[in-house]
């Protein structure tokens, strides 16, 4: 099934003749935007508009179609698959993932039981978040993380919303399809979030390559823990570590002899020198790279660091090359 | 001599009829016993794995031997995505199928009622529902069954008592 016959899949009926009627590929849409009784928005190529009662898009607030509750009803049954049963915990984290790997963010009214969120109720908001892969982000600094044998222990840094999730998936794929010139390695991906390999049904609908597995919506600590004792990993990759418990795994597997790539919030090198959780790791040398994206660019990687701190890749120059 | 065939042909038509009605009754509870099971898969599998309900239908059109085509048609329906909740796809599913027939009125409102509460709740509250549900059917196999004896012997009784009074009648 193609990308635009999964989006089309979720949305009610009205809705997907008007989408289809505005748009020919998803290419460019980044979200589209259901909220009871106000007007259905798309965020496409960069630009919000309304979908227009008439098909189209519109900057006109008159023109737009106003989504209904029964549309949000009939596009609730379909990304639950008619089994709202069947997503009670996903919809405690706030989204579904459907298949295709675009996740839908709800909100509604919160059932709050015992100090915590025990389902939702009148979803009345919708947040369509259409998949896009980049496959082959990850070309410029494969080189510098991978060596002969395996890879060096490697920690992706970025503020939010700067790609490092985009360019750990990326980097997955490229370890575990490998090359003509390099091996693919086994790698065990802990997937807490569903963000990685944005399985459905247990399958990864984002490409992770053909030597990796996947851990979905499992705990990372115990992920990690899990994927060394059962799948004899030679790369685990994680996103997001930031507990004391995923710290510790991270240093049980790394001396377990496998590697790690993982990604942390993060400003720069000190600023994950100086945090509590990961700062041992770093002053132990566990992690071998350390590569830092440009705040405010997507997927632009902005240096590299070795174990020591010193810079190795620079804004599109390598250290040979800066140094010649 | 062709008034003893006649006569030998009428009381036989007439006590296959009486025969016929007590076999729908009897058809009626096996299919009973089935959707018994259907229901206690359905808990199973939302318990156990919480899989969606098109997987369990489609588990269940591989099973059974009257309502497969009722649960393989719930399936292609559901995947359809078609603008119609479950309950309306169930419902007129419900109406379509051949084995709907053997069924009792109130089997088929007791149909209905378990399409309207499943799918659309919480997963506590689908294995509650479904808890009071197979009960229910239970109870409805149960007075079937122990109806079933005096309902053949009737039919049967009726029947022959029938081919005699029309054969009566025509001689």
Same mark, same amino acid.
């Given at each position: 099934?193609?990308?635009?016959?999964?989006?089309?899949?979720?949305?009610?009926?009205?809705?997907?003749?008007?989408? !289809?009627?505005?748009?020919?590929?998803?290419?460019?849409? #980044?979200?589209?935007?259901?909220?009871?009784?106000?007007?259905?928005?798309?965020?496409?190529?960069?630009?919000?508009?309304?979908?227009?009662?008439?098909?189209?898009?519109?900057?006109?607030?008159?023109?737009?179609?106003?989504?209904?509750?029964?549309?949000? %009803?009939? *596009?609730?049954?379909?990304? $639950?698959?008619?089994?709202?049963?069947?997503?009670?915990?996903?919809?405690? #984290?706030?989204?579904?993932?459907?298949?295709?790997?675009?996740?839908?963010?709800? *909100?509604?009214?919160?059932?709050?039981?015992?100090?915590?969120?025990? /389902?939702?109720? /009148?979803?009345?908001?919708?947040?369509?978040?259409?998949?896009?892969?980049?496959?082959?982000?990850?070309?410029?600094?494969?080189?510098?993380? %991978?060596?002969?044998?395996?890879?060096?222990?490697?920690?992706?840094?970025?503020?939010?919303?700067?790609?490092?999730?985009?360019?750990?998936?990326?980097?997955? %794929? &490229?370890?575990?399809?490998?090359?003509?010139?390099? %091996?693919?390695?086994?790698?065990?991906?802990?997937?807490?979030?569903?963000?990685?390999? &944005?399985?459905?049904?247990?399958?990864?609908? /984002?490409?992770?390559?053909?030597?990796?597995?996947?851990?979905?919506?499992?705990?990372? *600590?115990?992920?990690?823990?899990?994927?060394?004792? $059962?799948?004899?990993?030679?790369?685990?990759?994680?996103?997001?570590?930031?507990?004391?418990?995923?710290?510790?795994?991270?240093?049980?597997?790394? /001396?377990?002899?496998?590697?790690?790539?993982?990604?942390?919030?993060?400003?720069?090198?000190?600023?994950?020198?100086? !945090?509590?959780?990961?700062g041992n790791l770093?002053?132990?040398? *566990?992690?071998?790279?350390?590569?830092?994206?440009?705040?405010?660019?997507?997927?632009?990687?902005?240096?590299?660091?070795?174990?020591?701190?010193?810079?190795?890749y620079q804004n599109?120059?390598?250290?040979?090359?800066?140094?010649a | 001599m062709i008034?003893?065939? +006649?006569?030998?042909?009428?009381?036989?038509?007439?006590?296959?009829? +009486?025969?016929?009605?007590?076999?729908?009754?009897?058809?009626?509870?096996?299919?009973?016993?089935?959707?018994?099971?259907?229901?206690?898969?359905?808990?199973?599998?939302?318990?156990?794995?919480?899989?969606?309900?098109?997987?369990?239908?489609?588990?269940? @059109?591989?099973?059974?031997?009257?309502?497969?085509?009722?649960?393989?048609?719930?399936?292609?329906?559901?995947?359809?995505?078609?603008?119609?909740?479950?309950?309306?796809?169930?419902?007129?599913?419900?109406? +379509?199928?051949?084995?709907?027939?053997?069924?009792?009125?109130?089997?088929?409102?007791?149909?209905?009622?378990?399409?309207?509460?499943?799918?659309?709740?919480?997963?506590? @509250?689908?294995?509650?529902?479904?808890?009071?549900?197979?009960?229910?059917?239970?109870?409805?196999?149960?007075?079937?069954?122990?109806?079933?004896?005096?309902?053949?012997?009737?039919?049967?009784?009726?029947?022959?008592?029938? +081919?005699?009074?029309? @054969?009566?009648?025509?001689?």
């Amino acid at each position: 099934m193609d990308n635009m016959k999964q989006v089309l899949q979720v949305l009610p009926v009205t809705v997907r003749k008007k989408f !289809k009627e505005a748009f020919k590929s998803l290419s460019d849409v #980044q979200e589209i935007r259901l909220r009871a009784g106000k007007p259905l928005i798309i965020v496409y190529g960069g630009g919000e508009y309304f979908l227009g009662i008439n098909g189209g898009l519109t900057h006109n607030i008159e023109k737009a179609y106003h989504t209904s509750v029964s549309d949000l %009803r009939e *596009a609730m049954d379909y990304i $639950s698959s008619y089994s709202r049963y069947a997503f009670e915990e996903e919809l405690r #984290q706030g989204y579904i993932t459907v298949q295709g790997g675009h996740r839908i963010g709800v *909100a509604g009214k919160i059932l709050w039981e015992n100090g915590r969120v025990k /389902n939702m109720s /009148n979803i009345s908001f919708l947040n369509i978040r259409v998949a896009h892969q980049a496959i082959g982000c990850s070309k410029i600094i494969m080189p510098y993380i %991978r060596h002969r044998d395996g890879i060096y222990n490697t920690l992706l840094i970025s503020p939010p919303r700067c790609g490092k999730t985009t360019l750990l998936r990326d980097i997955i %794929r &490229a370890l575990s399809d490998g090359d003509e010139h390099n %091996r693919g390695f086994t790698v065990g991906v802990v997937d807490e979030r569903s963000e990685l390999g &944005a399985c459905y049904k247990g399958y990864p609908q /984002n490409e992770l390559g053909c030597r990796a597995d996947v851990l979905d919506g499992c705990p990372k *600590a115990e992920g990690m823990m899990m994927l060394v004792r $059962s799948m004899a990993p030679d790369i685990i990759a994680v996103d997001e570590i930031g507990s004391n418990k995923d710290a510790s795994a991270v240093d049980y597997v790394i /001396n377990c002899g496998i590697g790690v790539i993982a990604t942390v919030h993060g400003i720069n090198i000190d600023d994950i020198r100086n !945090k509590p959780v990961l700062g041992n790791l770093v002053k132990g040398y *566990a992690f071998k790279r350390y590569v830092l994206l440009e705040a405010g660019k997507i997927g632009k990687i902005s240096q590299i660091f070795d174990e020591r701190g010193s810079v190795i890749y620079q804004n599109g120059i390598s250290n040979e090359v800066r140094s010649a | 001599m062709i008034k003893f065939i +006649g006569v030998l042909f009428t009381v036989s038509g007439s006590v296959l009829a +009486g025969h016929y009605f007590a076999d729908k009754s009897l058809i009626r509870i096996h299919i009973l016993e089935e959707l018994e099971q259907a229901l206690q898969f359905i808990y199973g599998e939302v318990e156990y794995a919480a899989l969606d309900i098109t997987e369990i239908f489609s588990s269940l @059109s591989l099973r059974g031997k009257y309502c497969s085509d009722f649960w393989l048609g719930m399936c292609s329906k559901l995947s359809e995505k078609d603008g119609y909740d479950l309950y309306s796809i169930w419902v007129s599913e419900l109406d +379509g199928s051949s084995w709907v027939k053997y069924l009792l009125y109130e089997d088929r409102l007791f149909l209905k009622e378990v399409g309207k509460n499943t799918g659309n709740l919480d997963r506590q @509250s689908q294995l509650h529902t479904l808890e009071i549900f197979k009960n229910r059917i239970s109870n409805i196999i149960e007075t079937a069954r122990s109806e079933y004896k005096d309902r053949a012997r009737v039919c049967h009784a009726v029947g022959a008592a029938a +081919g005699i009074f029309i @054969s009566i009648l025509l001689i």
